[in-house]
């Protein structure tokens, strides 16, 4: 049997599992819905670019964004995190986030550059993969402040938000598409596999009570993302994509050690108790 299928964490969570006896049968239900659910929008966008139906495509990928979030905090909630929800998510996320990301781009705004637009988007989905697999093989403890690196799902938002905000302008007063998305997949391709610490947001705790105007502001929030939902998600996805060489840079120059990161690509990756020994995957 291969690393991979033995759970592919390396050397030293194998080390872990030795005496443990044999590994529980069967998968929990619940939080690989909800993965298997993004899973579908990830493929579902991939028919609607295939179709030329873009904005549906980026929408899909907002769902699955969704979905990637809801998963690990059903996990959470109900104690049913395990191996298997680790591996399976991390593919659905290369398909939902790296293939199906890439695709809408190339075929909306990169074919034209012939060559370069394809080799924009493999270098797009190979690091997406990297960043995916530096996760899966992570042994160090993790940290609740930061990931090293820009997300997965946050690369692929920060795509379909451009093309959402071109739907919501009508392309008015905005850049060449061609040459704005060809600079932008190579950039965030880069900063998925750089070592730029970015905030993880593992510290919110929705499960415990907190003050009565954090509900009225979160309500707030919500009526403007169902209003502008095209330009809340492409301020947002533009903040946090800078934030991290922004934070790097204010660092360097005062002299300041980087924050602690964490190499789990998703926030809500923890292991339960089936996985107590390894170390903590996150939030």
Known sequence: MSRRETGGRGDGRMSLLKGRGEPRRGVYLLPNLATSAGLFC??????????????????????????DVLDGRIARLTNTASRFGVEYDSLCDLV??????????????????????????????I????????????????????????????????????VLMYKYLGRSGLPDKQVALLLLTYMLALLMVSNVAYASFKQL????????????????????????????????????????????AWKKARGLPPPAVDDDDDADRDVGDEDAAWPSEGG
């Open 42 to 67: 990830g493929i579902f966008s991939i028919v609607q670019t295939m179709e030329g139906q873009y904005v549906n495509a980026a929408l899909a990928i907002v769902v699955a964004a969704v979905f």
């Open 96 to 125: 939902s986030f790296g293939v199906a990301s890439g695709l809408l781009i190339y075929r909306w705004a990169l074919m034209p550059w012939g060559a370069w637009g394809w080799l924009a988007i493999a270098l797009f989905i």
């Open 127 to 162: 690091c997406a993969a990297i960043r995916l697999a530096r996760f899966n093989i992570s042994t160090d403890e993790s940290s609740p402040a930061a990931f090293t690196g820009l997300p997965v799902p946050a690369a692929a938002l920060t795509l379909v938000s451009v």
């Open 205 to 248: 705790r929705f499960d415990r009570r907190q003050p009565l105007w954090l509900l009225v502001a979160t309500i707030l929030a919500l009526q403007l993302v169902i209003a502008r939902y095209e330009l809340v998600i492409f301020l947002f996805m533009t903040v946090y994509v800078l934030s991290g060489p922004a934070t790097w």
